[in-house]
């Protein structure tokens, strides 16, 4: 079984070890069929990813090449694999995936898993996360997102990563665990800063430890934050936490604070 990776540099793991993917051209069609996710995507979407508005006088037959050359490469891998994995169907190409062999979408699963769980199983959610977000090597097909549709499926990922990482620290807060999460919530809301979730998870974390002057502190910076770049005002979910927090409200050891608005 091969095991593809996007969530990081593009690679194509075998039991011997990774695999390259040699060329920027083969790199971005590898992409683009792992991103569509066992669906079909059509000759003209591959050639505009490939080459942008520089196509080939011959597309077609340069494609195709390039489809060949991705055969051979996948079936050297995987010599005893009865058919190819990328056939040719009336809607376009197809990469065919099974089950576990794409990070992107097992760590998919993993969010919607954890989204449909209920505050009871913060302990399991928060491994399963924790699981998930260690798929991540670095920046979705590490910095090279190719096309229009690459860059859609990185920006959605990204999106999913995001809501991983709230949730997972929602899970550790319910357990009473601020210490476990609170460097790596600071880290977030310093690299989102526009983010009023990590904001208001961070702003718990700190009045949890016993440091309600820095959550309050953090509030007035992102107050400040949304007014000189957005012109906006906090929401009233993050005004919610810092009245809490100014009136010790019991909410702020409960579950209440903790659930989205």
């Known amino acids: 079984m091969l095991r593809f990776s996007v969530l990081g540099p593009l690679q194509i793991r075998?039991?011997?070890?990774?695999?390259?993917v040699p060329g920027d051209l083969q790199r971005i069609l590898v992409q683009t069929l792992l991103v569509c996710e066992g669906r079909p995507v059509s000759g003209e979407s591959l050639a505009e990813e490939m080459w942008g508005e520089a196509l080939p006088d011959n597309q077609a037959?340069?494609?195709?090449?390039?489809?060949?050359?991705?055969r051979r490469r996948l079936r050297a891998l995987e010599p005893d694999r009865p058919v190819s994995r990328v056939t040719m169907h009336p809607a376009g190409y197809r990469l065919g995936l099974g089950e576990g062999e794409l990070d992107a979408a097992e760590f998919v699963r993993a969010v919607r898993l954890a989204e449909s769980a209920g505050p009871r199983d913060a302990e399991r959610t928060a491994r399963l996360l924790g699981d998930a977000l260690a798929l991540w090597r670095g920046p979705v097909f590490g910095g090279f997102p190719g096309g229009t549709?690459?860059?859609?499926?990185g920006a959605r990922y990204e999106e999913h990563r995001m809501r991983a990482m709230e949730l997972r620290f929602d899970a550790e807060l319910r357990l009473g665990r601020p210490a476990a999460v609170l460097a790596e919530l600071a880290d977030a809301h310093a690299n989102h800063p526009l983010r009023e979730r990590f904001c208001e998870q961070l702003m718990i974390a700190l009045y949890r430890s016993g440091r309600q002057a820095d959550a309050l502190d953090v509030f007035h910076r992102m107050r400040r934050r949304l007014d000189e770049e957005l012109g906006i005002q906090p929401s009233p979910a993050l005004r919610r936490?810092?009245?809490?927090?100014?009136?010790?409200?019991p909410a702020l050891t409960g579950d209440r604070l903790l659930q989205p608005a």
Not at 61 to 70: E, K, T, V
């Open 241 to 249: 936490v810092e009245n809490a927090i100014l009136s010790h409200d």
């Open 149 to 153: 549709l690459c860059q859609l499926a």
């Open 61 to 70: 037959n340069a494609l195709q090449a390039h489809i060949s050359r991705l």
């Open 14 to 20: 075998t039991d011997a070890g990774p695999a390259d």
